[in-house]
């Protein structure tokens, strides 16, 4: 940050103006519309599909035929000595007190007797509305309210679509709130840890949650509002996760900075406007990286996925207006008794030699090479268990942490009726071409051929259904699909298309498994110009960006490992991968930066070697804080019982973790010591040698570094 605005960001009284523009931001923008971010929520089916997929393609050709909004409910009847006439009453009593609640249309099916006679079916329509999936506890509800009227010892469950979208509803119920009270606990034992003082900690989580997280669920919101920005459940419950974590890193590294210069400077209101021309430019650089990859995700196929990205932006660009404005002018306010009890005082010498990273750095010094070398076969090998992994979707089974009674109804379904009764797979088809499509999909292994009719006919388009003999999210089903497609597309003049919910799945792996061949690369490239630029390296940036990759694969293989073994899960979406590799890359490029900034801005005055060692002892403690309030805030998604956001929250904090203690601070030392000078090719610093020690200046590194 040039040192002019760094000044008047922490003048004598704009810090004043400073404060009311941000309370004035955080008051209109925070507190006023941050809580409305749940009323733009897009939890339909649409707002997750890729749009180019063949199922998106039939729920747009389907409208006029079916309401994309109505999603089939699943009421079992079960006896085990045999259903009796009392009970077929009963089902049928039931169709039509059905009829009558609301948002449940006419079209009630059933009841509909097993073939083994001890249970039967009724399949009722629920219309979502405006408010998508959200909508969905209080509709089973009011269904269930009837069925469990009068049973008679009857055993009624609950399965079918609808069923399981309300218990993935109430699974996000509150997610924000949850995730957020969940991550400041733990961010705040974290601060308290690392600072010893109990009013900086609130200091940080003050400005954390209501100047940051708020502001940018508010922004979020006006940008779903105006700028037809995608927003589901998923990623504002990582919104507020990601805007905290990051938020108070950027703060933390601050705040070590600014702390540092207290002891150089009397006047705090000069030692913050050094901190900050010192330490903004590596924040700044940190938070457009973060940015820009998550920018990336805009090129995923996913539209779940796509939308993250602008979501996670946003939020970023809202946590490094505050923690750049809003933090350093409160820190200035209210003086140096904020770090009480451990006050640093002008002109107090830091006893750097006797800290434990400049004790890890003379360590490392003495075979940087054989460090280096044994770190990396361990993270490589590591690595191996993402074979493990089994990144290739979740059945509906195993997507929640906790058994959930839509899945135990769907297997209780699967013992009396096909396997996927209440889920059918969807055609469209051209309508001179109807009788022959008809035809092949009755003739297609895994469906029902008395299952396979026309819905109806309209606009030239003809729509059909049918039923799976498989559980719906079974390969077996996939298998289905696939024979389905290629015998309705080998009808000529067809254009047959074939969807439901089974397809709707199988597509969603396929799209993400498509997202991480495409987007990770993108965002190796973008982080490695990025490096580039700011080391003005070439060297520098490739071996890093190897670090990079070396640890996101060992951090996969530790959770693919930790998954199977410890948390007994069976496998892991298609698109976790790339969040983590997102995660960790994007957020995990803060360290690499801070580290290598200050490394640089050392070796500047002593060169590389001497200069690593001085990075390392100034920063190794600051950017270890700042991972284990990153982990923290992460681990917070394992509060949540739905599987893939267990195994993000994980493999993310082991990530960061990994990342700050091992790679950052042990990995790229010893590799910044046993290449030297030659590791900043091609520039002018790649000549410069090490100034020996004992010179003049070494005084001065002592100075340099933050205990």
């Known amino acids: 940050m040039n040192r002019n605005i760094a000044g008047w960001v922490t003048h004598h009284w704009t810090k004043w103006v400073i404060l009311v523009l941000s309370l004035l931001f955080i008051g209109g923008v925070g507190f006023t519309l941050g809580p409305k971010l749940t009323s733009v929520q897009e939890n339909d089916i649409s707002s997750w599909l890729p749009g180019s997929a063949e199922s998106t393609k039939v729920i747009n050709q389907s409208e006029q035929f079916a309401d994309p909004d109505a999603v089939p409910a699943v009421i079992l009847y079960a006896r085990d000595s045999g259903i009796t006439p009392d009970d077929l009453a009963k089902a049928t009593a039931d169709v039509e007190a059905f009829k009558e609640v609301s948002s449940v249309s006419d079209d009630v099916v059933g009841p509909i007797p097993s073939e083994d006679g001890k249970a039967l079916q009724v399949i009722p329509t629920l219309h979502m509305g405006d408010d998508g999936w959200d909508k969905l506890p209080g509709l089973m509800d009011d269904i269930r309210a009837v069925a469990n009227k009068n049973t008679g010892g009857l055993e009624v469950s609950f399965a079918g679509p609808a069923a399981l979208g309300a218990d993935q509803a109430k699974a996000f119920e509150g997610i924000d709130g949850v995730l957020l009270y969940s991550a400041v606990g733990i961010v705040f034992i974290i601060l308290l840890i690392t600072y010893r003082s109990l009013q900086l900690a609130i200091l940080f989580l003050v400005v954390g949650v209501m100047g940051a997280v708020l502001p940018a669920q508010g922004v979020v919101y006006l940008l779903a509002k105006y700028a037809d920005l995608t927003v589901n459940g998923q990623s504002a419950g990582i919104l507020s996760v990601l805007v905290l974590g990051a938020g108070v890193d950027y703060a933390l590294l601050l705040v070590a900075r600014y702390r540092e210069e207290l002891h150089n400077y009397e006047d705090r209101h000069e030692a913050m406007a050094h901190a900050l021309h010192r330490a903004a430019p590596a924040i700044l650089a940190s938070g457009a990286t973060v940015i820009i990859g998550l920018l990336c995700l805009m090129f995923a196929q996913m539209n779940s996925t796509a939308g993250l990205g602008p979501v996670g932006a946003a939020g970023i660009a809202v946590a490094l207006l505050i923690m750049m404005t809003l933090l350093?002018?409160?820190?200035?306010?209210?003086?140096?008794?904020?770090?009480?009890?451990?006050?640093?005082?002008?002109?107090?010498?830091?006893?750097?030699?006797?800290?434990?990273?400049?004790?890890?750095?003379?360590?490392?010094?003495?075979?940087?090479?054989?460090?280096?070398?044994?770190?990396?076969?361990?993270?490589?090998?590591?690595?191996?268990?993402?074979?493990?992994?089994?990144?290739?979707?979740?059945?509906?089974?195993?997507?929640?942490?906790k058994e959930q009674p839509s899945v135990v109804a769907e297997a209780k379904l699967a013992e009396h009726f096909p396997g996927g009764a209440g889920s059918p797979v969807a055609a469209v088809a051209n309508t001179a071409q109807a009788p022959a499509v008809l035809n092949a999909l009755q003739g297609v292994e895994g469906l029902d051929p008395k299952s396979v009719v026309e819905k109806g006919a309209a606009g030239g388009t003809t729509y059909?259904?049918?039923?799976?003999?498989?559980?719906?999210?079974?390969?077996?089903?996939?298998?289905t699909i696939d024979r389905a497609r290629d015998a309705a597309h080998a009808v000529d003049g067809a254009d047959a298309l074939v969807g439901g919910y089974?397809?709707?799945?199988?597509d969603v792996q396929e799209a993400s498994a498509e997202d991480n061949l495409l987007i990770i690369p993108i965002i190796l490239v973008v982080v490695l110009l990025v490096l580039a630029v700011l080391l003005r390296s070439i060297a520098a940036p490739v071996i890093l960006l190897l670090t990079v990759v070396v640890s996101f694969a060992a951090a996969l293989g530790i959770s693919g490992l930790v998954f199977k073994y410890v948390f007994g899960f069976?496998?892991?979406?298609?698109?976790?991968?790339?969040?983590?590799?997102?995660?960790?890359?994007?957020?995990?490029?803060?360290?690499?930066?801070?580290?290598?900034?200050?490394?640089?801005?050392?070796?500047?005055?002593?060169?590389?070697?001497?200069?690593?060692?001085?990075?390392?002892?100034?920063?190794?403690?600051?950017?270890?804080?700042?991972?284990?309030?990153?982990?923290?805030?992460?681990?917070?998604?394992?509060?949540?019982?739905?599987?893939?956001?267990?195994?993000?929250?994980?493999?993310?904090?082991?990530?960061?973790?990994?990342?700050?203690?091992?790679?950052?601070?042990?990995?790229?030392?010893?590799?910044?010591?046993?290449?030297?000078?030659?590791?900043?090719?091609?520039?002018?610093?790649?000549?410069?040698?090490?100034?020996?020690?004992?010179?003049?200046?070494?005084?001065?590194?002592?100075?340099?570094?933050?205990?």
């Open 328 to 401: 350093p002018a409160l820190l200035v306010i209210v003086g140096r008794w904020i770090f009480w009890p451990f006050v640093p005082r002008f002109g107090d010498p830091i006893k750097a030699e006797k800290g434990i990273w400049a004790r890890t750095g003379q360590r490392i010094a003495k075979r940087p090479r054989a460090v280096w070398v044994t770190t990396t076969l361990i993270l490589v090998g590591l690595g191996f268990g993402i074979t493990q992994l089994g990144a290739n979707g979740l059945s509906n089974e195993d997507s929640f942490t």
């Open 464 to 479: 059909f259904e049918a039923t799976l003999n498989s559980a719906p999210d079974s390969q077996d089903a996939y298998d």
């Open 570 to 707: 069976e496998g892991a979406d298609s698109s976790l991968p790339l969040f983590i590799f997102v995660f960790l890359v994007a957020l995990g490029i803060d360290y690499n930066i801070f580290l290598m900034t200050r490394v640089r801005e050392e070796a500047l005055k002593f060169g590389t070697r001497r200069g690593a060692l001085i990075g390392l002892a100034a920063t190794g403690g600051v950017i270890t804080s700042a991972g284990f309030v990153l982990a923290g805030t992460f681990a917070a998604l394992a509060t949540l019982p739905i599987v893939f956001l267990a195994e993000l929250g994980f493999a993310v904090a082991v990530g960061v973790l990994l990342d700050t203690i091992i790679v950052r601070s042990v990995l790229v030392t010893a590799l910044n010591l046993d290449i030297g000078k030659k590791i900043w090719w091609p520039s002018k610093l790649a000549a410069k040698d090490d100034v020996p020690e004992g010179t003049a200046g070494d005084d001065l590194i002592e100075s340099k570094v933050t205990v």
């Open 502 to 506: 089974t397809a709707v799945n199988k």
